[in-house]
């Protein structure tokens, strides 16, 4: 069974600059989270989707953070013009229904 | 929203104590998990309790969902269980959003 995987592992940027990770689910899984995990902290939730549609999304998702998922497969996460607050641990994580399973995450380093 | 609380905050045990790791919660959960947090990053599912009472090894988990609260023991804990404990809940008017609290560091000691 493979679980969620999350590309890239690791992403270093000057900050201005434009990133986007990718999020493949567990394959039967038609639900896909995104949060955010600073240090010291819980993970912070972003956005939700349920297949293609975008049902949930938290104020922290500013105007410069956009979700997709067009095919209710993969999804992406792109942050424009990055800010060094932006630097934090980006988790995906997917469901069939209720339970949660995380993937390893994408830590951004903005300098 | 919905209120997390875990606590301890940190608990420091020797190899083969047993310990209890409490989450209360604000309001009626539809989810409830636990997860432990692996030096990498990685979150490992413990539990899905919403309510009840599960076994895995030497991890069990209690949710008594009418009184808002779970609890995460460990038994004869080893070197390996160190890390960061997670609760996470969704509930109140979310079915999606996966609210979490801020953790029990465990450091179990050789």
């Known amino acids: 069974d493979t679980g969620v995987s999350q590309d890239p592992r690791h992403k270093i940027t000057k900050r201005g600059q434009n990133v986007t990770f990718r999020c493949d689910p567990i394959?039967?899984?038609?639900?896909l989270y995104w949060y955010r995990q600073t240090l010291g902290q819980g993970p912070e939730f972003l956005t939700y989707?349920?297949?293609?549609?975008?049902?949930?999304k938290s104020r922290l998702l500013s105007d410069r953070f956009s979700a997709e998922r067009p095919k209710g497969s993969f999804s992406t996460l792109e942050i424009q013009r990055t800010e060094q607050g932006d630097s934090a641990m980006y988790l995906c994580?997917?469901?069939?229904?209720?339970?949660?399973?995380f993937g390893p995450g994408t830590r951004l380093t903005v300098l | 929203g919905i209120q997390v609380e875990q606590s301890p905050p940190d608990l420091i045990l020797q190899e083969g104590a047993n310990s209890t790791l409490r989450c209360n919660f604000s309001?009626?959960?539809?989810?409830l998990q636990w997860f432990h947090q692996n030096p990498w990053g990685q979150l490992i599912n413990l539990f899905y309790i919403p309510s009840g009472t599960k076994q895995n090894g030497r991890l069990s988990a209690t949710t008594v969902a009418t009184e808002r609260y779970s609890l995460l023991y460990i038994s004869s804990s080893q070197t390996t269980d160190s890390g960061v404990y997670f609760c996470a809940v969704t509930g109140g008017t979310s079915y999606g959003k996966l609210t979490f609290g801020q953790g029990t560091i465990l450091t179990v000691h050789p």
């Open positions: 989707f349920q297949n293609e549609a975008q049902l949930e």
């Open positions: 309001d009626s959960v539809n989810n």
């Open positions: 394959s039967e899984h038609n639900r």
């Open positions: 994580a997917s469901s069939l229904i209720s339970e949660q399973f």
